[in-house]
C-alpha cells in the first residue's frame, strides 16, 4: 500500500472514531475494520461524480452495515459531498446532517437509509435489476446511458437476516453479474463472537446460490481488495467478496464484541490521532489533495465523459433519448379519467379492476416495472414484456418468488435507482412479512405502489391464517404511508392514479378477492383523492353518517336504504384513505363528516381503530375483534356481523343510546 | 410398495381430492403429490399414540405447507384422531374441525396452525430445541421421559422464504440432530415452474449450512423414504429429505401450477375414485384395519411402554418426576410480590427491571429459557445457565444470531413443544421483523413472552430507523394479544407477572431503554392487571384526566402538577395495557375515566391511535406523527413535544376549546 493509501485510510479511521467520541454514541468497531474496503471503492472502483450526487448512472453504494455511518460520513467529507468538518462535529445531534444511521432524505451522496439490519443488501439487488432493465432498455451499441455497478458494504449481521437470503437467492437465479457485495467478515457480533451462532460454510452457501465467493485474506490489503472488485467485475454471476477484518483493529478492544456499538474514550481516540498527527477532525491537505485527485476530479472528468456519450445519443437517437429523460424523471401525464373504460355494471372484485388498470399503464409508461411473491395469478397484478430473466432483461414481470420481504426491500432499491415506476403484489394478510421495508420505503419517501389483495375476512375458505384483520390499521399507523382501500372500480382507478402519481408517498392499494358492485360515479369518485366523499346523500335532515371503506361501502349503502324505510336519514361515506382525509381543511371534514351529528357508525371488515377519531363519544366503531374463519367468504362476512340486518340494528342501538 | 400400502395411499389421495371438490376450494397437488409421505410418516416412522394426541413424547409433525391440510385431515380421520368422515365432508366450512389451514387450536392431532409459507420449519426448530434441552434435562441413563423426533413436510415456497432460512442456519448451528425435514420436491409453485424464480444446488446449499441433504429420487417409493428417514436418525446434523415427487399426479393438471389451488372438478374426482372403487369419502376395511395396526394399536403399546418408563422414573427419582411434571403442566406458582426488592429509588430502565425480573423467575422455574437476535447485552434480557449450543445442552440462553423472525418463530415451536416457558427480546421497531411469527402465536394462542426494550424517541442518537413510532399500534391492533408498557420497576414486576402467569395470550413487554423514576408503588402496581389504574388522583373536583404509559406516565404526573399550580385539578392515569383494561367492567372503567370527564388527554410517545377511544369528541391525543431523529434521547423527546412546557399548553388550549 502505498504511504498516501495508509494516510488516507487512517485519515477515514481517526475522522470516524473522533465522531463517535464526541457524540459519545457510535459504533467505532466497522470504522476501523472496514476503512481500507471505503478508502479503495471511493478512490479506486467507483464511478462517481460527488459534484453530481444524484447522476443516474453513477456507480451505487449501499453501507448496509449501516452502524457504520461515521465511515462514511467521513469519506463523503473528503470526497467533497458537501458534508464539513461541523457536519461531522455534529454527528449524531439534532437536525444535523449525520445522523446514527444513514438517512438519503438528510445528506447528499448516502444512496440509501440503511441501519435495520438485512435490508441492504435486497436494496442493491433492487438498483442492479433497475440497472439490467434499463441498460438493456435503452443503450446502443457504444452509447451506453447505463453501465454502473451496485457496491454493498455488509457485516455479519446482514448475512443472517431471512430478507438477505431472499434476496441472494434470486440475485443468483438472475444472474446480476453488476452487484458487487463486499462483506466485512471480521468474526464479531453485538453479542458475541460469529461463531457462538453461525457455522455456515460461506463460500460454498454462497456458490450454490449462484454468487461467486472471493476471499480477501487481509483487509488492509487494498491491492486485493480492488483486485477482487476488478475479478467480479468479469463474472457472469453476483459477487460476494470476503474481506477478513479485523472489528475495531489497533484499539484495546479489537477483536472483540466491545468495539462494536460503545465510542472509544476520548483518551483512546487522542492515541489514534496521535498516530496520525494534527488536532481533532483535522486533515491534512496532503490527503484532501489525494482526495480531490482520485474522486472529485476523477468523477467529473468521467461525468463529462458521460454526458459527452448522452447528447451524441440524444443526437442520434432523439425519440429515445426523450423517453430515457422522462423515465429518469419519471415525468409522465396518464389521463386517468380514460385510461380504462369501466361502466356501472363492472361488478368485479377491485383486484381485477386494479389489474386491468395496471395493464393499462404499462402500455403507456414504458418502465413500468413490478411483480408478485409467487401469487401474480392472484393478485393479477403483473407487470407486462414477460417475465424478467436472464435471458429477458426487458422483461417487467418480476416473479420474485415466494419472498415477500425481499419483494418488499427489493422494491425500495428499484425506486431507489430512479427510472423505473415499481409496484409489488400479494396477499394483505401478508403485508405482515414486508412491514419493515416499506416502513423504510417510507422513511426514505419512496413511491412504491403495494398491490395487496384478498383484503377481509371475505377471503373464506383459506381460513384465518389468511384473513387480514389488524393489517389496516398496522399499514394505517405508519407515519408517511398512504393506504387507500378503493370501494369500487372507479374508485380503484383513482386510487391508482393517486399511488401513480405519488413522488415520494409509498402508498398501499387494498383491494378485494371479492367481486364488488359499482357504487360510485367517475366523477364523484375523484373525491377519492380527499380521502373521504359523500358517497350516498341524506335526503333531508341528516341523523346518522355511516362512514365505510372498500367492500362494505356498498354493504353501507344497503344498510342506508334499510335505515330510510325504517324512516331514519342517513348519509353514507366512502372513506377510501384517512390518510389523504387527513390532509383535507376542517371545511372540507366539515362538508363531509358533520360535528354536530351525534350517530356517527364506522363499519369496517378489519380492526379498524382508526375510525375512533371520527366518532366522538356518542358513535360506534362496527369492526372485527377476532380472528377470521374458514368458510366462504360471504357466510364469514355474515357470521362477522357484515350483513344487513345486523348492522341496521346496531345503528339503531346507537341512536337509542344516544336519546337516552 | 405393498397392496395395502398402495391402497391406503390412494385412498389418502382420493380422501382429499374428494374433501377440496365438495368445498369447491382447496389445494388438490400437494395431496396426490405427497401423500406416500404422509403414510409413510404416519403408519411406519412416526412415533405417536392418537388416544393421547398431546403426549409430550410424541414424534411432532408440522405440515409447513399447510395449504395441504386435506391430506392431513385423512390421514387424522385414518389414524382416528377423532375427526369424522362428516368432518371431512364439512372442509373449509364454517364452525368445522377441518378448515382450509390447519388450526392447533379447531384439530386434535395438529401440532401447529400452519400455512403462511415459512413458519412451520422454524417452529420445528423450537420443537426440536426443546426436546434436545428437555432429554438432556430429565432423562436418567435409559430412563427416557424425552426422546422424540420432529418431522416437517414442506414445499419449495417454504425454503424460499427468508424465515426459513434463518432457522434452518440456527438448526444447522445448533446440531438439531432429531429434526427431519421431508422437502416435497415437485418443482412447481403457485405462479410458475420453481426453475422460473428459483436455481439453487440445494444439496450444496444445505450442506454449507450443515444439514445433511438426501434424495429419494421417486416419490412413490414409501421404502426409499423410509430408508432416508432412518438415515437421517443415525446422523448428528438436521435433515433435508428431498422427494421428488409430481404435483396432482395422477390428473389432467398433473405437473403443472393449475394443480396447485384449485379444486379438481367433480368428474375428474370421481374418476380418481374409481381407481379405487366404493363410494365417495368411503374407506374399505381393509385400510381401516391396516390403519388401526399400524397407527392407532402401535400408538398404544408405544405409548403405554413410555408411561412404564416414567413410573419407573418416577419411583427412581421422585423429585426429578414431580420436577418434571411441573414443567410439562406450566404448574408453577411464584410470588411475584416478593421476587425482586425494588425501592422507590430504582430509578433504572425498565429493561433492566425487567432483566432483574427474568434473572430471579429463571432459578424459580427451571425451563424458562428463551434469547435475543443478538441484542441481549441491549435488552438485558438472559435465559440462564450459559448459551444452549451443541455442547451445552441445559444453556437456557438461545444466541439467535441477527435473525429476528426466526427468533419469533421459532419461539411458537418451543411453545408449542410444551415443558419451557419460552421468551425472547428485541429492538423494538424491529418488531416488524416479527410481525407474521407473532400473529400466529396469537393465532394459536400461545403463551409467549416478547421483549422489546429501546420503546420510543426516546432511543435517541440511533435515529429515526431504530426509533419505534407506529410499533404500539400495529402489535396492540392484533386481536388476542397483550401488549403492556410498565411506567417503572414495580409495574415491570405486575406487567412480568401477567406475562409469566399467562396460559394463552401472547404478550409483549414494552421497555425503555432510558432510565426512568420509580412512581408507583407496590400496592398501586397491582393494579396493573386491570390494564389502567389511578395513579394520581386528583385533589377535589377533577378537571380532566390524563392518560399515559411507560416512560411518558412520570411526565404526565409532573404536568398534572405543574397544572395544579396554575389552578386545574387533574387526575393521572397510568395505562400499560389496554388489552387488560377493555376486558374490565363498566363499573371499574368508570372509576378510572369518568365519563362525565370532558378534558381527557393522552399522552404517548408513539402513533397511539388506541387512545381514540377514549377520548370521546372533546379530548385531545399527544403523541407522535412522524418518524423520530438523531440525538440524545431526552433532546428527541423534548423537541417532539415531550417536555412538561409544551404538554401543558396543549392541555390548557383543549381546556380553553372545550369551554367555548
Redesign the interface.
Known sequence: MSNIDLKAIDTLRVLSIEQSTK?K??HPGIALGAAPIIHTLYTKVMNINPAAPDWINRDRFILAA?HGSSLLYSVLHLSNYGLTIADLKDF?????KT???P?IVLTKGVDA??????QGIPAAVGMAIAEEFLRNKFNKDSLELINHYTYVLCG???L???????AM??A??LGLSKLIVLYDSNDI????EVS??????????Y????WNHILVKDGEDIVAIEAAINKAKSSTKPTLIEVKTIIGRGTTVANT?KAH?SPLSSEEALSLRNLLGGEPFEVSSEVKEYYKQNVVLKGEKTYSTWVDVKNNYTYMFPHEAEEFKKVVDNDFHIDFENLVEFDNKYNKATRVSGGAILDALSKLHPTIMGG?A?????TKAKGADG?F?SKNRLGRNI????????MAAISNGIALHKGIKVFCSGFF??S??M??AM??A??MELPVTYIFTHDSVAV???????QP??QL??L?????FNVIRPADAFEALYAWKNAYNSKDTPTALILTRQDVPVISTKEDAKYLEKGAYVIRKEDKKVEGVILASGSEVSLAIEVSKELKRKGHDIRVVSMPSIYLYEKQSKEYKESVIP?NVKNIMAIEAS?A??Y??YL???GK?YNI???G????GD??MS?YGFNLQDIVSSYLEMVKDNRK
Do not use: C, W
Request: aromatic share 6%; charged share 20%.
Open positions: 457524540a454514541s457510535g449501516g449524531r445531534q439534532y437536525n444535523s445522523p446514527g444511521h438517512e437509509t440503511s441501519g435495520p439490519l438485512g455479519d449481521g446482514d443472517q437476516e431471512g430478507v438477505t437470503a431472499e437467492s434470486l443468483g437465479h457480533q453485538l453479542d458475541t457462538e451462532t453461525n457455522s455456515e460454510n460461506v463460500k460454498a452457501k456458490e450454490a446460490m449462484n464484541p456499538g408478485s409467487d401469487l401474480a395469478s392472484s417475465n430473466s416473479n420474485f418468488g415466494v419472498r415477500e420481504h425481499a394478510v401478508f405482515d412479512y412491514k419493515p416502513r423504510l417510507s422513511i373464506g375458505e383459506d381460513g384465518a391464517t389468511h384483520i389488524e390499521s398496522m394505517r399507523s405508519m407515519p408517511h360535528t380492526e381503530v382508526h375512533y377519531k366522538g363519544s356518542t366503531l375483534n377476532k380472528y374463519a374458514s368458510a366462504p357466510i364469514v357470521n
